[in-house]
């Protein structure tokens, strides 16, 4: 397995729209093997295939505090979506920045498995977040996409600051 470099905000890779997966082959395992090896060791509790320069319709979350309950959405769609949410949000792509984001506390997500296998999964709270963040990567969004523009400008100030300094 292999960790992944992860793309860092801003990149213009991030804006992306990633593609259907057709056909679900070993290296389409190998890379959902690989992004969950990558967010593990971040860590983090998803990771869309955008985020590793992938632009395919892929993400896994775990929000298990063992890292064993692995979650994989190939080709996600939101059936149904309800009630609000205003959780604090953080991204591998943007590290150190959290925000509240408006959200829907609810979601009915459909999609396919690691085998290719359909499924239906209801989620709430941090998880249902976790998903609407993650598919947002899928679309070319990320989440500091939803402050307001001076927001923006700071975090983008913010975080060249941090990379001058560090290199
Ligand atoms: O970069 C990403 O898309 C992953 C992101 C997912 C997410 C977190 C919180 C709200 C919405 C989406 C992260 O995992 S950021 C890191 C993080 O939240 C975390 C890290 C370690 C333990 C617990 C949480
Ligand atoms: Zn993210």
Do not use: W
């Amino acid at each position: 397995m292999a960790i992944l470099p992860i793309i860092q905000y801003p990149d213009e890779r991030l804006h992306q729209v990633a593609k259907r997966v057709e056909q679900i082959t070993e290296a389409t395992r190998l890379l959902i093997r690989n992004m969950a090896e990558t967010m593990y060791s971040a860590p983090g509790v998803g990771l869309a295939a955008t985020q590793v320069n992938v632009h395919q319709q892929i993400i896994i979350a775990d929000l298990s505090e063992e890292q064993n309950q692995l979650l994989v959405f190939i080709n996600p769609m939101i059936l149904s979506s309800s009630g609000e949410s205003e959780l604090e949000e953080g991204c591998l792509s943007v590290p150190g920045i959290y925000d509240k984001i408006d959200r829907a506390d609810r979601v009915t997500v459909t999609a396919l498995n690691e085998r290719g296998a359909p499924f239906t999964l209801e989620a709430d709270g941090l998880l249902a977040v976790c998903i609407q963040h993650e598919m947002d990567h899928l679309l070319g969004k990320v989440f500091v996409e939803y402050l307001s523009q001076l927001k923006q400008t700071r975090i983008k100030a913010k975080l060249k600051k941090r990379r001058r300094e560090n290199f």
